[in-house]
């Protein structure tokens, strides 16, 4: 009787045991973010360790004798990549995730280190043989929430392309609702598990500061995300966040008018002067020497997402009485969508 219940009380404990694991794990993925930057490398190598295919590939720093002195100057690191097939490896574009050292974020750094880097990056781009040519692009990536007004509980990535800069973070639902879904006002991003995918929104904080001597457009309609499949997610305007809540029977009232209002102070959108006056239209988007920051939302990307591209296009402003057109620089960023992470994210709260 004694050892049956020393066994009782040992599965009593085993069972105890695993379902404080369960708890655990279920709150540990519950914090993380469902969307996150291209993958690290040391969680690819895992994964190459694990399963050893084409699919995963682990690209050396791009003819590393001509970058390693450059990255060891500015104090950077390789920190991440996108993941592409063995066979391809050489002869696609390749974006690398470069962090500064405890992934500090200096602009001045950055500037410098990218006036250096225009030369290496030429060289690589022309190779000394089949194995070295490659086009290259690369991308900061940070942990400084103070690079923004309203800082970011995600890492930023960083992209600078003809005088333009533009810097990324993806903003969890939960953390959405924690900042703006309370008092008497719904969130602008708030929504209701009942809705469709194509209803629901994944925000991102913007940033883009404008070092060309022409104003710079920029429409959130245009922006886009994309995903391995080709499918295409895009960028959702105040109308359209003012819509969603129609489509929830108890978003109704003060609250949502309170929410547009919250609204209209943190989205890029409205956050940007009026630059160029056409006939019938109005363009938005940032003077010389400026910069604008806010929330883009865009319709939630679905659930078996895994490799996502974000898109920001910006249109440069040719100089005045020149003959040239406008013309445009596509922005992108690489995150990946984890399905696991997605599913065990806290339901929507009021605070």
């Known amino acids: 009787m004694k050892l049956f219940n020393k066994l009782t009380w040992l599965n009593v404990g085993a069972l105890l045991v695993l379902a404080l694991g369960i708890v655990g794990c279920g709150t540990s993925l519950g914090s993380l973010s469902p969307i996150q ?36 100057k500015y104090g950077l690191k390789t920190a991440g990549f996108r993941i592409g097939k063995a066979r391809a490896a050489n002869m696609q574009a390749l974006t690398y995730i470069f962090a500064f050292g405890e992934y500090a974020h200096t602009e001045t750094e950055w500037a410098n280190f990218l006036n250096e880097w225009g030369e290496t990056k030429t060289q690589i781009e022309m190779g000394s043989g089949d194995d070295d040519k490659k086009a290259v692009d690369v991308v900061l990536m940070s942990d400084y929430p103070q690079l923004f007004d309203i ?50 929104t994944d925000v991102f904080y913007v940033k883009i500061t404008n070092n060309r001597s022409e104003n710079v457009i920029f429409d959130v309609k245009k922006c886009r995300i994309i995903d391995q499949g080709e499918n295409i997610y895009y960028g959702m305007s105040y109308k359209d966040l003012q819509e969603r809540f129609t489509y929830m029977a108890r978003a109704t009232g003060l609250y949502v008018k309170n929410g547009m209002e ?27 020497g400026e910069s604008r920051e806010g929330f883009v939302p865009f319709v939630q990307t679905k659930f078996n997402a895994i490799e996502l591209n974000v898109v920001l296009p910006i249109e440069k402003a040719p100089p005045p009485g020149g003959a040239q057109r406008y013309q445009t620089v596509e922005f992108e960023f690489p995150f990946t969508h984890d399905r696991g992470i997605r599913v065990a994210q806290p339901s929507p709260k009021r605070y």
Do not use: C
């Open 262 to 288: 919250t609204a209209r102070r943190i989205l890029i959108e409205k956050r940007m002067p009026i630059v160029e006056k056409q006939v019938g239209t109005r363009r938005t988007g940032i003077p010389p």
């Open 37 to 72: 930057p291209v993958k690290n490398i040391a969680d690819a190598q895992m994964l190459q360790s694990e399963n050893p295919n084409e699919e995963v590939v682990v690209p050396a720093v791009p003819s590393e004798t001509l970058v390693k002195p450059v990255l060891d």
């Open 151 to 200: 800082q970011s509980r995600q890492p930023i990535l960083t992209k600078t392309e003809d005088g333009i800069t533009v810097s990324i973070a993806y903003w969890r639902r939960p953390d959405l609702d924690r900042k703006y879904n309370r008092g008497n006002a719904f969130s602008p991003f708030y929504e209701t598990e009942a809705l469709h995918q194509g209803d629901k």
